[in-house]
């Protein structure tokens, strides 16, 4: 399941329906994981990114409401020695307040339940939270359906999966995420890549 789930999202659907390659959701990792950080994943799929990454000695918390996601990334991670949290991201995450270095909302939060960026923004309350204060980083990516260049087949894509209860995200636009994260974090780094919208935040 992992490598076709490999095959067919990250290294398909990234670029063919969002116009989004990779590499760009790559670079987020690979600029804020560091060695010895607590990272947080949340909504970790099949762990592809930090497989790649091989970041050394971190202490791994992986959080998904789904046990596939969780018991594949926790097999492909397990030199980490992860910690696996089953539950919503939308509920107060059961990490200590103020203890994260990284955490990572990578191409999830158009998963989430809700009818805009603003009902999920609970998921940016427990980032909020669980980062170290005035150093702490929350990178993420998700898919937008309105304010981003969003192409035909994209458009296509999205009527799918929203039909088919994969992804909640018709009124996800990038003016509302965009005031989602100044309203909780600093240092906001904000920019789109195709119908994707990619960022970097610190906690205050």
Not at 60 to 69: A, E, N, Y
Not at 70 to 83: D, F, G, K, M, N
Not at 93 to 120: I, N, Y
Not at 144 to 154: I, V
Request: include cysteine; charged fraction near 20%; glycine fraction near 10%.
């Amino acid at each position: 399941m992992t490598w076709l789930y490999d095959a067919l999202v990250i290294h398909g659907t990234y670029r063919v329906l969002w116009s989004c390659p990779w590499r760009r959701v790559f670079a987020l990792y690979a600029e804020a994981v560091r060695p010895g950080q607590t990272v947080l994943e949340i909504g970790p799929g099949g762990g592809y990114f930090l497989d790649r990454l091989k970041p050394r000695g971190i202490e791994l918390h992986l959080l998904d409401v789904h046990d596939g996601p969780l018991q594949a990334s926790a097999a492909r991670l397990a030199r980490h020695r992860p910690v696996t949290h089953r539950q919503s991201a939308l509920e107060p995450f059961p990490l200590e307040k103020g203890s994260v270095d990284t955490a990572v909302l990578s191409m999830v939060l158009h998963c989430v339940p809700g009818q805009s960026v603003v009902e999920k923004a609970a998921v940016f309350d427990g980032i909020a939270a669980a980062l170290k204060p005035g150093t702490g980083v929350c990178i993420g990516a998700t898919v937008l359906s309105q304010g981003t260049d969003l192409s035909a087949l994209g458009r296509a894509g999205l009527r799918y999966l929203n039909a088919k209860q994969i992804f909640a995200n018709t009124g996800d636009t990038l003016s509302d995420l965009t005031a989602v994260l100044h309203d909780r974090f600093a240092d906001v780094r904000l920019e789109v890549c195709g119908s994707v919208a990619l960022w970097r935040v610190t906690a205050r």
